[in-house]
């Protein structure tokens, strides 16, 4: 499987602010998928980047509040835009494997807002 | 109805013992099925993937599908600490992307 790293790791913010999280894969992939998982919840997909195109996001969340770019195949990045307390979660981001048919996880962002 | 189910538990087991986890699903057209492990403050790990019904062994797991009763299930022998985590099961509904739809998710915790 795919080696996925995504930074940063872990981040405490400030409300109304933003943050990028970067995630890089060791091989070329073509899905790439955004999760958020909220303390003691499952996973919630945020969204699936696709390179070359835009994202395609799940009921719920929207372009202006998690802009999501793909300029290659072995990296996406997620903002979290304009930051509320409520957004305090675990981001991960996946990446698919069509001979599998399945996904592999990076390690995760935990995300903190103040 | 939930697309996929599974019993949040905790499930309790001592050491040694069978841990037996259930999943039902509810898309008869679903493809493929995965069992992925998540340590608490860790990212999920896949364990198992099943793609067709009966039994599939892997050490001391066991996937089991039987898709007219839309159920995956995982069995873990001779259960070890260790294997305390949650354990989510996926499905993939066959869209030919590598979409998945996760259960809540069940907690298993064996004691020594």
């Known amino acids: 499987s795919a080696v996925i790293s995504q930074k940063p790791s872990r981040d405490i913010c400030q409300r109304g602010t933003s943050l990028t999280i970067q995630c890089q894969v060791d091989?070329?992939?073509?899905?790439m998928f955004w999760y958020r998982q909220q303390p003691g919840q499952s996973l919630t997909l945020i969204a699936t980047?696709?390179?070359?195109?835009?994202?395609?996001?799940e009921s719920g969340f929207v372009i202006d509040k998690f802009p999501i770019s793909r300029p290659n195949l072995t990296f996406s990045t997620l903002t979290v835009s304009n930051m509320s307390p409520e957004d305090s979660s675990i981001y991960l981001c996946?990446?698919?494997?069509?001979?599998?048919?399945?996904?592999?996880f990076g390690p995760g962002t935990r995300l903190t807002v103040l | 109805q939930k697309e996929v189910e599974q019993n949040s538990g905790p499930l309790s087991v001592p050491e040694g013992a069978i841990a037996s986890l259930n999943c039902t699903y509810s898309?008869?057209?679903?493809?493929?099925f995965f069992w992925y492990r998540q340590y608490s403050g860790k990212s999920p790990e896949l364990i198992m993937s099943?793609?067709?019904?009966g039994d599939k062994e892997d050490g001391r797991f066991t996937a089991q599908l039987n898709k007219a009763s839309q159920y995956v299930s995982l069995l873990i022998r001779d259960s070890q600490p260790s294997d305390s985590a949650t354990y989510l099961c996926?499905?993939?509904?066959?869209?030919?992307?590598?979409?998945?739809?996760f259960g809540t998710g069940t907690r298993l915790l064996v004691s020594p």
């Open positions: 996946s990446v698919g494997d069509p001979a599998a048919d399945t996904q592999y």
């Open positions: 091989s070329q992939v073509t899905m």
């Open positions: 980047a696709n390179q070359g195109s835009e994202a395609t996001y």
């Open positions: 898309d008869r057209g679903s493809q493929s």
């Open positions: 099943i793609y067709s019904n």
């Open positions: 996926a499905v993939n509904r066959g869209t030919g992307f590598q979409k998945l739809v």
